[in-house]
């Protein structure tokens, strides 16, 4: 009886870890089970869809390599138990805002910073992470490092370098050679793993005189065979596309003596999956670059210039690793109705507000500044609204409709524009975890759909040029979208896709053999974003009013692009107010235009506000429409001195900088105004481009240009206020350069002020922001 029961608790025990780290796949044909994978698991947590879209290529790629991969978004917890989990984990998991982590993360980053939980919690993990984030923003990474740190303080193992991928430069820096090395290292892990529960296993069964000892041991052999097998038979084959050399794309006429990269039929067998990244010896194929190439007339003249739709060597005579195709996932047809239901503005309302533009300002004026408005809505019927300054809203924007247009006559589709979209998984598809998305309804039409759904404008990710080839004719452009979504042309793609910010259908005017289906554009744009803004008024102030400030963004013309364009939302907003608009020397618009809606909703931020304590001091820092929530801050300033004048205020600071006195000074008159009241005991304002008058040059030094130069000239008093007087720093605006530039002058500060080396004024720095007294609220 007693030998039954241990024998019973061994082979439970065996089945338990061995179900854990392995899958049994089923045969195609037979659909018996035929192959075992060792599994481990993909978690994700994503904000804009890079990390859900890295995480789900790295589960798509698995199988190739012999491997089973689980693939859960972080918020879906019943789906992984960490708790239990005995194979490894691959984290994937981007930073958003201030360092804090994407919405569906935030309750997993909740769950594991708990106190209570003991350092040995995590003791069976091993994991992976990727962290992705922005070196333009403070914080990089926050969110994976996080993850990581409370993962190790929990006991968990990490099994292969932490990689942190960084969108400023381009996240494949980082991100190609992490994978290249992932799979390996869970192989390495896994192997590991089950050596050790062998180990663990073969002492359980020293109880058992019954169970041999090796048979454990076949089970994890078993398991490390097929590994290898895979690896022989399938992977080695499905998981390296390369594209033999082939001649530059310039030459398209000249293709026929060149290596038919339309040849890639076979190279790329539609849907296999997963990124590939080493190069596999490809035999290549000597081919000289054309130098010329035939003129409108028929005249050759020499091709200089590389752009969007035209490389040159080395690249245009590269053997090319490029991605696999991803595999599609969704049918999608066109239904004519009888009458389709108009709906204008976008369809969730619950959480939303339609609410009338009261009154539109001009602030800036001149040719070489950019176009600043001031909008003014009326809240006065939406109590949900009420915000506290600091607080940022949501604008909900369509798509321009001359885009919409011009891209529905491009996909063939314009006579269908009103029928309804009917879309569903498709049934065979390779892609893990796939689903519609949830942010499309049904009944919509189509015109909708690209009105209001998806982000048109959206810079194509690789995975998508890799999709558009198979629906590419011409050989040429067929090479160069490869070039654009490969590991050699990786930077043709962030100096022609990704910085230029080129739109698909930018793309696909430029590439006009390109024809894919509607399900490609659905299955890889992502879900069109609301635009935040920052309230740049206080209620107590504009009871039922809500302003704001923004420059309209102006995307100039450039190779891809023949007309320049202005952003979406900010020409959008452009377009709309137009006529009310009141110019910087008229007084007021004429009254008896109706009033634009638009669509909004509050995103109240609960650490960017005025200290509670009215007696704390503090700066802000809010150079051009970065102004705008220290608006806000001062009007309430204001109000509360008029109503506690017996209370003690500390010192306010604005450090404002434009480029011209007289062109974009924002807010001048109130910001004098509020220091004429006492309410800004300070403002420090500086012109980037105004010249210097020849007797000011002569009596001072240089003029400080940019607010980091005059935080400099005050340190003494700025290191005073946040060391000593336990004062706050704020500041808000362009994430790119500003905010980086402030942050390594106060650094630079406070190691004069308070005589240390660059690592104490970085601990002291960070200290500031973990007590909330450094407080940033950046874009860009
Ligand atoms: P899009 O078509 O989305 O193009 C934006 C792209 O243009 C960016 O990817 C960037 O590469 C480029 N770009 C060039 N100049 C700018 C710029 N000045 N700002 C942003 N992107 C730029 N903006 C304000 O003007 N005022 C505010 O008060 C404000 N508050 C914000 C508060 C928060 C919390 C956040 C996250 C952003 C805030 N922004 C603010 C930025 C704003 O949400 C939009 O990104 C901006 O107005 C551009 O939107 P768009 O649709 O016109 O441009």
């Known amino acids: 009886m007693v030998v039954f029961r241990a024998v019973s608790v061994y082979s439970i025990a065996k089945a338990f870890l061995w179900q854990s780290v392995c899958y049994l796949s089923k045969c195609?044909?037979?659909?018996?089970?035929?192959?075992?994978?060792?599994?481990?698991?993909?978690?994700?947590?994503?904000?804009?869809?890079?990390?859900?879209?890295?995480?789900?290529?790295?589960?798509?790629?698995?199988?190739?390599?012999?491997?089973?991969a689980e693939l859960s978004c972080l918020k879906d917890n019943e789906k992984y138990n960490l708790e239990k989990e005995n194979a490894p984990v691959v984290f994937i998991v981007s930073t958003t805002g201030d360092g804090e982590p994407p919405d569906n993360a935030l309750q997993f980053v909740k769950r594991i910073k708990k106190k209570t939980l003991s350092p040995d919690h995590y003791k069976h993990l091993c994991y992976a992470l990727l962290a992705l984030g922005d070196t333009n923003y403070a914080n990089f990474c926050n969110c994976g490092k996080t993850i990581e740190r409370r993962l190790q303080e929990l006991g968990a193992k990490q099994f292969y370098a932490t990689g942190y991928a960084d969108d400023g430069v381009g996240l494949e820096v980082v991100l190609d050679p992490w994978i290249e090395g992932l799979w390996a290292a869970i192989k390495e892990a896994l192997s590991k793993m089950s050596a050790d529960r062998t180990g663990y296993l073969k002492g359980e069964a020293g109880d058992s005189p019954n169970e041999p000892p090796h048979s454990s041991i076949a089970d994890v052999q078993l398991n490390l065979l097929s590994i290898t097998d895979h690896q022989d038979c399938e992977s080695i084959r499905a998981s390296v596309e390369t594209v033999s050399k082939f001649a530059t794309a310039a030459s398209s006429s000249a293709s026929a003596t060149q290596i038919a990269v339309s040849d890639l039929g076979p190279a790329f067998p539609a849907g296999s999956t997963g990124l590939a990244f080493q190069s596999h010896g490809t035999a290549s194929v000597p081919t000289s670059a054309p130098e010329t190439e035939a003129g409108d007339a028929g005249v050759p003249h020499i091709a200089l210039a590389a752009s969007l739709t035209r490389s040159l060597p080395p690249l245009s005579e590269s053997s090319l690793n490029v991605p696999a195709v991803p595999p599609p996932y969704l049918d999608v047809s066109l239904q004519e109705v009888d009458a389709v239901e108009q709906i204008v503005g976008p369809l969730k309302k619950e959480t939303l507000h339609e609410v009338p533009i009261s009154r539109a300002v001009q602030l800036a004026r001149g040719d070489s500044v950019k176009t600043a408005l001031l909008l003014e809505l009326d809240i006065s019927a939406h109590p949900m609204m009420t915000y506290q300054p600091g607080d940022s809203f949501d604008v909900f924007c369509p798509n321009r409709a001359a885009e919409v247009e011009d891209l529905l006559h491009r996909l063939d589709l314009h006579d269908q524009r009103d029928h309804q979209v009917h879309i569903s998984l498709r049934k065979d598809t390779k892609?893990?975890?796939?689903?519609?998305?949830?942010?499309?309804?049904?009944?919509?039409?189509?015109?909708?759909?690209?009105?209001?759904?998806?982000?048109?404008?959206?810079?194509?990710?690789?995975?998508?040029?890799?999709?558009?080839?198979?629906?590419?004719?011409?050989?040429?452009?067929?090479?160069?979208?490869?070039?654009?979504?490969?590991?050699?042309?990786?930077?043709?793609?962030?100096?022609?896709?990704?910085?230029?910010?080129?739109?698909?259908?930018?793309?696909?005017?430029?590439?006009?053999?390109c024809s894919p289906p509607l399900s490609l554009l659905i299955e890889h744009l992502p879900k069109l974003q609301p635009r935040p803004y920052s309230a740049a008024s206080s209620c107590l102030r504009y009871p039922g009013r809500l302003h704001f400030v923004f420059n309209v963004v102006e995307f100039p013309a450039r190779s891809g692009r023949p007309a320049g364009r202005r952003g979406l939302c900010t020409g959008w907003l452009f377009d709309l107010i137009n006529p009310v608009l009141v110019l910087p020397e008229k007084a007021e618009s004429s009254g008896s235009l109706a009033l634009p809606k638009i669509h909004v909703s509050l995103r109240p931020n609960c650490s960017f506000r005025p200290p509670s304590a009215l007696s704390a001091p503090f700066i802000m820092v809010g150079p051009g429409t970065g102004v705008a929530p220290f608006i806000g801050f001062l009007q309430q300033r204001e109000k509360e001195r008029k109503e506690n004048p017996e209370a003690i205020f500390g010192e306010t600071w604005l450090f404002f900088g434009c480029r011209h006195r007289d062109g974009d000074y924002l807010f001048r008159e109130e910001l004098e105004g509020f220091v004429s009241s006492g309410t800004l005991s300070q403002l420090k304002v500086c012109f980037s481009r105004d010249d210097q008058k020849e007797e000011e040059a002569t009596l001072s030094a240089a003029r400080p240009r940019y607010v980091q130069h005059n935080l400099l000239l005050n340190s003494q008093h700025i290191t005073d206020i946040l060391l000593k007087q336990n004062g706050y720093l704020y500041v808000c605006g362009d994430a790119k350069n500003m905010a980086k530039d402030v942050n390594d002058t106060l650094m630079e500060m406070i190691k004069t002020e308070l005589q240390v080396d660059q690592l104490d004024a970085m601990k002291r720095l960070a200290e500031l922001r973990e007590e909330k007294r450094y407080l940033q609220d950046i874009w860009g």
């Open 431 to 513: 892609k893990k975890g796939a689903q519609v998305p949830s942010y499309i309804s049904q009944n919509i039409s189509l015109l909708y759909l690209l009105t209001w759904c998806l982000e048109i404008r959206s810079v194509p990710k690789k995975a998508f040029l890799r999709a558009l080839v198979e629906h590419t004719g011409d050989s040429a452009q067929r090479r160069r979208l490869q070039e654009l979504c490969s590991k050699q042309g990786a930077a043709d793609y962030n100096l022609y896709v990704r910085d230029p910010s080129l739109s698909v259908l930018e793309l696909l005017t430029a590439f006009s053999s």
């Open 28 to 68: 195609a044909v037979c659909s018996m089970p035929c192959q075992v994978k060792p599994r481990f698991v993909v978690l994700y947590g994503s904000q804009k869809g890079q990390a859900e879209s890295i995480a789900e290529g790295i589960a798509e790629s698995a199988e190739e390599h012999g491997l089973f």
